[in-house]
């Protein structure tokens, strides 16, 4: 079962996330495998996406926002896109497209950045947006303080953290076309109600890199092997690399509560999309073919509009006289 695991150092400013998705990335793969014109992920970048897929969620169940977490890498080389979506129930979805070939080894920097131009966003899009707002992104470094090419895509986000949130995070990621995974530790901040500010000795811990708790148990997260974080139930996982730590566990996040594949798409948001074609568009792409098709990339649903779904389309949504006359 896919699951969420959320835990506390006892005593200490440290907090983690565990995610575990099984059904709910099996899902994602099977809806790519079955679609026709584009078939099953190459395993480079299906092993990137499901990366994605975990450290979305991680995200996601680590803040306090309610809306859709959207992580997005617009790449330079052969992956030209890939983005996970998850909701605030943690409903999630994820497509990428690629072109060309893709070497089985290919290395982040081969796939997404081949000319330094690739970009990774997150955006959070608040449920409370109005239309015309924009919402939140905020753009993922793609270098190493030293401007090097960061080729882990938990060294990207772990970047990211620390330049936008001021909060050391570790993050360890692992997908295979079974399971995708990740383990999250982030050093809490110690100002704010009950915590251990008022100590001075402790005054300057609130600085990155300088708690000496954060970065013993961050060490042991990062020894974990990609391996492990695959195989290992999360009870094992947590007792083998923490079992000198205190853990306060919460009760995990799972079956309808925890991750599950979910699509936003329907045929009402296709409809608006043909809309804002406009209607002598619309009328020239049904002069080429006898329907207006629109596939869903993330979960394969096809929606097709014949001349007559066109022409009602438009009649319904055409401005309406009002009583006195003049238009709305
Ligand atoms: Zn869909």
Avoid at 184 to 199: C, D, E, K, M
Avoid at 228 to 236: H, K, M, N, P, R
Wanted: charge should be negative; aromatic fraction near 6%.
């Amino acid at each position: 079962m896919s699951e969420i695991h959320k835990f506390l150092f006892d005593g200490l400013p440290v907090r983690g996330v565990l995610v575990r998705l099984n059904e709910a990335w099996r899902e994602v793969l099977r809806r790519r495998a079955a679609n026709t014109s584009h078939g099953a992920y190459p395993l480079p970048l299906q092993n990137l996406l499901g990366e994605m897929t975990a450290a979305a969620v991680l995200m996601q169940s680590n803040i306090k926002f309610d809306g859709a977490l959207v992580l997005q890498v617009f790449g330079d080389g052969p992956v030209k896109l890939a983005v996970v979506e998850v909701q605030p129930g943690f409903g999630l979805r994820a497509t990428a497209t690629v072109s060309g070939e893709l070497p089985e080894a290919a290395t982040l920097s081969q796939m997404v950045n081949v000319h330094n131009a690739g970009r990774c966003a997150i955006t959070l899009d608040a449920s409370t947006r109005q239309p015309g707002q924009q919402p939140y992104q905020g753009v993922v470094p793609r270098f190493g303080d030293q401007h090097e090419k960061l080729d882990k895509f938990s060294d990207v986000l772990q970047h990211y953290m620390l330049q936008s949130e001021q909060l050391d995070t570790t993050l360890v990621l692992a997908a295979d076309d079974q399971q995708a995974c990740g383990l999250l530790i982030q050093r809490l901040p110690l100002q704010g109600a009950g915590n251990l500010a008022g100590t001075s000795a402790r005054a300057n811990e609130d600085e990155i890199g300088q708690s000496e708790d954060y970065r013993r148990i961050a060490l042991l997260a990062a020894s974990l092997k990609r391996e492990e974080l695959l195989t290992l139930d999360a009870d094992v996982l947590l007792h083998r690399l923490f079992w000198q730590e205190q853990l306060l566990r919460f009760a995990p996040l799972q079956g309808a509560a925890g991750p599950h594949f979910s699509c936003t798409c329907s045929r009402e948001r296709v409809a608006k999309m043909i809309l804002g074609l406009g209607a002598e568009e619309a009328a020239s792409v049904l002069q080429e073919r006898p329907e207006v098709e629109v596939g869903c990339d993330f979960c394969g649903a096809q929606y097709r509009f014949d001349a007559v779904d066109v022409a009602q389309l438009f009649r319904q949504n055409a401005p309406q006289p009002s009583q006195s006359g003049t238009l709305q």
